[in-house]
């Protein structure tokens, strides 16, 4: 399409002084040049006529003599006689509301002005694009509202037509708070736009599930592919958990007893890696993330030092009432508490470490699993006994996969010895630095063994689960995995069934550790 070419011509009495030149047609023009007295300026426009938020360039120059002489941009003073309508910058104009507006270029005293008009061309229509997936009660996600291919985000005034079904905050964010139908509307420089949808009851949400990924490709983050575990390698507890990757973006578990639209805040999440590469599993916080809603969960192991992401881990997933009995539970933004109501005391903020303590509890009353719950991933551990405050049930320290320490923003979960879940078999042991069980506590018919391998050049150790009831479960157990380390080294796992009575986790760590924490549940 060709575009229009607008001029003016003014006529201005008077000078302007040798240094209100910069240039003469292309090329730069002597500083003594001066101009004569019937030298008028010369606008040219590239639009005439612009839509809201387009843009267009003006130009201004000089004439006499028949010819055309450009100013230093610094020379040019450019105003609009309504922002609101269009905005001019050095020459770049960009349109607001609908109206008719002047746009001025003056060089010293000599001026000239042009008409724009801002208008929407007749096929103008405002969208609203909703997230995919079914939205239920307790939803909070952001729309955005479009123009044909021209993304707005969240400018435009919102409104529901119904508070009591769904709310919407002036940036667009929605926060379903019914079961009913809304229509959300938005408004934007003289365009209506809607989007209307149902919201639906909140599902019945499980207290635990975890799923593995043993197939998922470790593959740059922007190869752009999805991928979802087969039926055949995700294990859940839960009908619907799993983990779907979303590249460019980091890996986003859409979990099916929460799903992307419902936040799991309450819930405690521990991911495990099959590959060496520190993991965090955290809470989106951004409003921006139209995919994911506020308070979804997300997983994101990246090693800095290869600036490669791994996609194969295991991820769990449970809600504090999964467990009857003593539990020890430290979640990022929210009290630390025990199962019995009392508080759990953080008598360390460094950098370093955090010690936890609570009154009438050691660190060998509980078995702690951590897993960091930074957006920058981390590796975590559990300091040993001798590392430990006497004071303290937990010492927790993370680094990041340059080996620099980190705050410890983790979920860290302890169980007591009678931590159960139902009648499920599971079982909790701590190993020293020779795969020797140092304690355990199991249920009746399961038992954990572990030996040191000798052969591996890094820390390995081949932990065997048996028992006659293992035989009942067709899948492979939930695992908890922390390296007992004042160091934080990475460990990564393999699980697999050997028999219908004996599972073996492989586990290997980048660093010498000096015992392993390990807890298996079906």
Same mark, same amino acid.
């Given at each position: 399409?060709?575009?229009?070419?607008?001029?003016? +011509? @003014?006529?201005?009495?008077?000078?302007?002084?040798?240094?209100?030149?910069?240039?003469?047609?292309?090329?730069?023009?002597?500083?003594?040049?001066?101009?004569?007295?019937?030298?008028?300026?010369?606008?040219?426009?590239?639009?005439?006529?612009?839509?809201?938020?387009? !843009?267009?360039?003006?130009? +201004?120059?000089?004439?006499?003599? /028949?010819?055309?002489?450009?100013?230093?941009?610094?020379?040019?003073?450019?105003?609009?006689?309504?922002?609101? #309508?269009?905005?001019? $910058?050095?020459?770049? #104009?960009?349109?607001?509301?609908?109206?008719?507006?002047?746009?001025?270029?003056?060089?010293? &005293?000599?001026?000239?002005?042009?008409?724009?008009?801002?208008?929407?061309?007749? $096929?103008?229509?405002? /969208?609203?694009?909703?997230?995919?997936?079914?939205?239920? %009660?307790?939803?909070?996600?952001?729309?955005?509202?479009?123009?044909?291919?021209?993304?707005?985000?969240?400018?435009?005034?919102?409104?529901? =037509?119904?508070?009591?079904?769904?709310?919407?905050?002036?940036?667009?964010?929605?926060?379903?708070?019914?079961?009913?139908?809304?229509?959300?509307? %938005?408004?934007?420089? /003289?365009? #209506? =736009?809607?989007?209307?949808?149902?919201?639906?009851?909140?599902?019945?949400?499980?207290?635990?599930?975890? @799923?593995? !990924?043993? !197939?998922?490709?470790?593959?740059?983050?922007?190869? =752009?592919?999805?991928?979802?575990?087969?039926? $055949?390698?995700?294990?859940?507890?839960?009908?619907?958990?799993?983990?779907?990757?979303?590249?460019?973006?980091?890996?986003?578990?859409?979990?099916?007893?929460?799903?992307?639209?419902?936040?799991?805040? &309450?819930?405690?999440?521990?991911?495990?890696?099959?590959?060496?590469?520190?993991?965090?599993?955290?809470?989106?916080?951004?409003?921006?993330?139209?995919?994911?809603?506020?308070?979804?969960?997300?997983?994101?192991?990246?090693?800095?030092?290869?600036?490669?992401?791994?996609?194969?881990?295991?991820?769990?997933?449970?809600?504090?009432?999964?467990?009857?009995?003593?539990?020890?539970?430290?979640?990022?933004?929210?009290?630390?508490?025990?199962?019995?109501?009392?508080?759990?005391?953080? %008598?360390?903020?460094?950098?370093?470490?955090?010690?936890?303590?609570?009154?009438?509890?050691?660190?060998?009353?509980?078995?702690?699993?951590?897993?960091?719950?930074?957006?920058?991933?981390?590796?975590?551990?559990?300091?040993?006994?001798?590392?430990?405050?006497?004071?303290?049930?937990?010492?927790?320290?993370?680094?990041?996969?340059?080996?620099?320490?980190?705050?410890?923003?983790?979920?860290?979960?302890?169980?007591?010895?009678?931590?159960?879940?139902?009648?499920?078999?599971?079982?909790?042991?701590?190993?020293?630095?020779?795969?020797?069980?140092?304690?355990?506590?199991?249920?009746? =018919?399961?038992?954990?063994?572990?030996?040191?391998?000798?052969?591996?050049?890094?820390?390995?150790? $081949?932990?065997?689960?048996?028992?006659?009831?293992?035989?009942?479960?067709?899948?492979?157990?939930?695992?908890?995995?922390?390296?007992?380390?004042?160091?934080?080294?990475?460990?990564?796992?393999?699980?697999?069934?050997?028999?219908?009575?004996?599972?073996?986790?492989?586990?290997?760590?980048?660093?010498?550790?000096?015992?392993?924490? #390990?807890?298996?549940?079906?």
């Amino acid at each position: 399409m060709q575009v229009a070419r607008w001029m003016l +011509a @003014v006529s201005v009495a008077g000078a302007v002084g040798s240094g209100a030149l910069a240039g003469c047609g292309s090329a730069d023009a002597p500083a003594s040049i001066r101009t004569p007295v019937d030298t008028s300026i010369e606008i040219v426009l590239a639009a005439h006529t612009l839509e809201p938020t387009e !843009s267009t360039y003006a130009e +201004a120059a000089l004439v006499w003599s /028949g010819a055309r002489h450009i100013p230093s941009p610094s020379e040019i003073v450019w105003t609009s006689s309504d922002r609101t #309508i269009a905005t001019v $910058d050095a020459g770049l #104009i960009v349109g607001g509301r609908p109206g008719t507006v002047t746009i001025t270029a003056r060089v010293g &005293g000599r001026s000239a002005s042009e008409e724009i008009s801002v208008e929407w061309r007749p $096929d103008a229509t405002l /969208g609203v694009r909703l997230p995919d997936g079914t939205i239920a %009660v307790g939803a909070r996600f952001q729309l955005t509202a479009f123009v044909r291919d021209k993304y707005l985000g969240r400018s435009g005034k919102w409104s529901s =037509g119904d508070t009591q079904v769904a709310t919407v905050d002036s940036l667009g964010v929605v926060t379903a708070l019914a079961v009913g139908h809304v229509t959300i509307r %938005v408004e934007f420089a /003289g365009l #209506i =736009g809607a989007a209307a949808f149902d919201v639906n009851a909140a599902p019945t949400i499980p207290r635990f599930g975890y @799923v593995y !990924s043993y !197939s998922a490709p470790s593959v740059d983050d922007y190869e =752009g592919a999805e991928w979802s575990p087969p039926s $055949d390698q995700g294990y859940s507890t839960s009908a619907g958990l799993r983990l779907t990757l979303l590249p460019p973006y980091p890996v986003s578990p859409d979990l099916g007893w929460t799903g992307r639209l419902m936040p799991a805040l &309450g819930a405690l999440l521990h991911v495990v890696p099959f590959d060496l590469a520190p993991c965090a599993a955290y809470f989106n916080t951004r409003q921006d993330f139209t995919w994911l809603s506020l308070g979804a969960p997300q997983v994101d192991c990246f090693d800095q030092r290869t600036l490669r992401s791994s996609y194969r881990m295991e991820f769990v997933a449970l809600t504090p009432d999964a467990f009857t009995g003593t539990l020890a539970l430290v979640r990022p933004g929210m009290p630390s508490v025990m199962s019995n109501g009392a508080a759990i005391r953080d %008598v360390d903020n460094s950098v370093k470490a955090r010690d936890y303590e609570a009154t009438g509890f050691t660190r060998d009353s509980l078995y702690w699993f951590v897993s960091s719950a930074s957006p920058l991933p981390a590796t975590c551990s559990v300091a040993p006994a001798s590392a430990t405050p006497t004071t303290a049930m937990a010492r927790i320290v993370c680094r990041n996969s340059l080996g620099v320490a980190t705050e410890p923003v983790a979920f860290s979960i302890g169980f007591g010895t009678d931590a159960a879940r139902g009648s499920n078999p599971r079982g909790f042991a701590e190993l020293d630095s020779l795969g020797n069980v140092l304690r355990a506590s199991t249920t009746t =018919g399961l038992a954990i063994t572990a030996t040191r391998s000798t052969s591996d050049p890094s820390p390995t150790f $081949d932990v065997s689960i048996s028992g006659a009831r293992v035989a009942e479960f067709e899948r492979l157990p939930a695992v908890f995995l922390t390296p007992v380390s004042s160091s934080a080294p990475g460990c990564t796992m393999n699980a697999s069934r050997v028999s219908e009575t004996r599972g073996r986790l492989r586990v290997t760590c980048a660093f010498p550790v000096d015992g392993l924490l #390990i807890g298996v549940t079906y």
